[in-house]
């Protein structure tokens, strides 16, 4: 049977073929709507609705196209799967399962997966929501916190939390009768060095061979980057000639930008170019970027006499955050801005050192006036006493 016409619209990966209408309706022929788009590496095709049947327009397919693009929206493979399976037999692991299937740009998953497998997948993960206890759940959070892991406790249950949650809203498994609740956490650590440890780093660092690593850790003091965003810099994120780095798809969302300032120019500049490979650090592979240094991080580290448990790389963006919420010269503004923080929140955590800074200035202020009428006094007492 040969194909049928198919005929374009104004939206992109929207197209309609002409069929039959609906028996016995005033309507011949309607329009069948079909989109088209790519999902994890793969074209999908698939129906979007019938014109009059299903009430579909150009305009909705492109709508329906953009939410299953985004994953807020089953296509339809997974509908039919979906609606097969009878809702009674979804279970946490199954739920989880088809969560990370519509999240794949979801940055932290594979770490969340591993942590599902760990401590969920095997046993509470077997169990329908609906079955779910909360004795279950408080036995899974005991159980890790009694092993010192409460940050753990917290992660797992959240993931648990979320699975179960996504089958609620999607209409899968029925509301649980009880809420989970989750540990709080107070562990937003503030690491700091003290300016002599500082002092003696950056003199390790400029004895230290392995000069990748020291650089690494000098970015990470100079600009507050990120791990990540370090590893994953390339030239051309980096504008010389106004001054500033692009740090592509950072943790918080879209492009960000952030000054070069000169301490950072100047390593950068020193820096050698692979011309085969776009990234300022690569990686051991063709085209790669670099993924650790963990053997010249302990030597500096040991030579430095850093403090036990202080991170090479995130441990100095925290400096460079202490330095300059410290000055008194940054508001939390500009400091949520250079850190690329998305949530505000997240920069209050240095928001005790700014109000050191704003007491010390108080205090001068303090001082200057007390001089002041400190030395009136003394003005007053000669000229009582020239009388």
């Known amino acids: ?193 003290s300016p002599e440890q500082l002092g003696e780093l950056l003199k390790v660092l400029d004895t230290e061979a392995d000069q990748t690593a020291a650089n690494l850790m000098r970015l990470a003091l100079y600009t507050g980057m990120r791990r990540t965003e370090i590893f994953k810099l390339k030239w051309d994120d980096i504008d010389f000639q106004r001054g500033f780095i692009t740090l592509q798809d950072p943790k918080g969302g879209s492009n960000q930008m952030i000054p070069l300032n000169d301490s950072t120019r100047a390593i950068l500049e020193k820096t050698h170019r692979d011309k085969g490979n776009p990234f300022v650090f690569p990686g051991q592979k063709k085209g790669s970027h670099i993924t650790d240094r963990k053997k010249s991080f302990k030597r500096i580290f040991k030579v430095a006499k850093l403090p036990d448990g202080f991170r090479p790389l995130h441990g100095l963006r925290h400096v460079y955050a202490s330095m300059l919420a410290s000055s008194g010269k940054v508001d939390m503004y500009q400091l949520q801005k250079l850190l690329t923080h998305k949530d505000p929140r997240t920069t209050q955590r240095y928001i005790h050192l700014r109000d050191e800074a704003l007491k010390r200035a108080s205090d001068v202020a303090d001082e200057l006036i007390g001089s002041i009428t400190s030395g009136k006094d003394k003005v007053i007492e000669i000229e009582d006493h020239k009388k």
Not at 26 to 48: D, L, M, N, P, W
Not at 104 to 120: A, C, V, W
Request: glycine share 6%; aromatic share 8%.
């Open 1 to 193: 049977m040969p194909a049928q016409k198919r005929h374009k619209t104004s939206y992109p990966g929207v197209y309609f073929i002409e069929g039959k209408g609906v028996p016995n309706s005033v309507h011949k022929i309607e329009k069948i709507f079909y989109i088209t788009y790519r999902k994890e590496g793969r074209q999908i095709h698939e129906k979007a609705g019938k014109q009059f049947q299903d009430d579909m327009t150009a305009a909705r397919a492109a709508v329906v196209r953009a939410r299953r693009i985004e994953g807020q929206e089953l296509s339809n493979k997974r509908k039919k799967a979906a609606k097969k399976a009878d809702s009674d037999h979804w279970t946490i692991a199954k739920l989880w399962d088809l969560y990370c299937d519509t999240h794949p740009g979801n940055k932290s998953l594979r770490n969340e997966q591993n942590k599902f497998n760990r401590y969920i997948r095997d046993d509470l993960g077997k169990k329908e929501p609906s079955k779910l206890l909360a004795l279950d759940v408080d036995r899974l959070r005991l159980g890790l916190q009694k092993k010192g892991k409460r940050t753990t406790a917290a992660r797992v249950l959240e993931l648990l939390r979320r699975s179960i949650n996504f089958g609620i809203k999607r209409g899968l498994v029925p509301t649980i009768s009880f809420k989970i609740e989750i540990p709080k956490l107070n562990n937003q650590t503030t690491e700091d060095l």
